[in-house]
């Protein structure tokens, strides 16, 4: 298996008063790219592939969103990776695609409290309110490519690839600072 | 910062979330040793320095990841239209500055 790099220490990153970053345990974490029929990998996987970019779909512990016309983000306990593998194989010969296990080569922020949005604000220039909650994209954050995971209306989830993870450290916790500094010079 | 339409997403999104991938439409020759010096050197090498509405190719790089064809207006910098790779080139005179 594609083991998660253990350089990141799991757990909280930053606490203020306006928001709360935190880095997530390792999990399994598998690149899905398909074309034409879908519904025999909605069987296999056990949840049904959203068909529109953005959109989310939940089963079993396992959740995939829709990144491109043919790519799907799957996130599962890491447990479930090698089952969910083989069942996707077992289509090949008749629906060939890409599943490939990419859990060794990201990692989760999560960012949560009141400031959640205008923290995700400082790197990401999209409109973050059209990303309903319960959606997704991939999207930039500064610079660097990530998914955004929108859960609630002021919880989001960041996944960005390894590599950049100590910068984007950097920034979440510079970014909290700086709200914090705001939110207490406007008391 | 500019705003583009990425057709695959149907979304009208910051540039900083695109990469803009040169001149549109450049098909290559399906028998390129047929090809005289010269039309290889212009395939290769020769691209249109439109004033005015240019077809150019896109790419949705943090985003969807697709490649896609746009008609951008070099004066104005403004974007005509955006359409799905391997679709006919727009008519230009059915267009307007108006994004969808
Ligand atoms: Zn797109």
Redesign the pocket.
């Known amino acids: 298996m594609n083991a998660p790099v253990s350089a990141l220490t799991p757990g909280p990153l930053v606490e203020t008063d306006v928001v709360r970053v935190s880095l997530e345990a390792p999990r399994g974490r598998l690149s899905l790219r398909a074309r034409g029929e879908l519904a025999p990998f909605d069987v296999a996987l056990g949840l049904t592939l959203p068909r529109k970019?953005g959109q989310r779909a939940a089963g079993d512990g396992i959740e995939a969103l829709c990144l491109g016309p043919d790519e799907w983000m799957i996130h599962a306990p890491e447990a479930q990776v090698g089952a969910l593998l083989s069942a996707c194989a077992t289509l090949y010969e008749r629906h060939p695609h890409s599943l490939v296990d990419v859990s060794g080569r990201e990692t989760t922020y999560v960012v949560d409290g009141p400031g959640a949005l205008d923290l995700l604000s400082v790197g990401c220039p999209r409109d973050l309110d059209r990303i309903l909650p319960g959606e997704g994209r991939r999207t930039v954050f500064d610079g660097v490519t990530v998914i955004l995971w929108r859960d609630g209306e002021t919880t989001a989830r960041l996944d960005v690839w390894h590599s950049f993870a100590p910068y984007l450290s950097e920034l979440l916790e510079t970014g909290s600072r700086e709200l914090a500094a705001d939110a207490a010079a406007a008391r | 910062m500019l705003l583009i339409h990425?057709p695959?997403?149907d979304e009208t999104l910051p540039e900083a979330e695109f990469t803009y991938a040169g001149q549109a439409h450049v098909v290559r020759p399906a028998d390129p040793s047929g090809e005289s010096d010269a039309d290889w050197e212009a395939f290769l090498f020769l691209r249109d320095n439109a004033k005015g509405p240019h077809f150019e190719r896109w790419r949705?790089l943090h985003?969807?990841g697709?490649f896609f064809n746009a008609v951008r207006d070099t004066v104005s910098d403004r974007f005509l239209t955006t359409y799905e790779a391997g679709l006919p080139r727009p008519d230009l005179s059915t267009l307007t500055e108006d994004q969808p």
């Open positions: 970019i | 990425c695959y997403c949705h985003g969807c697709r």
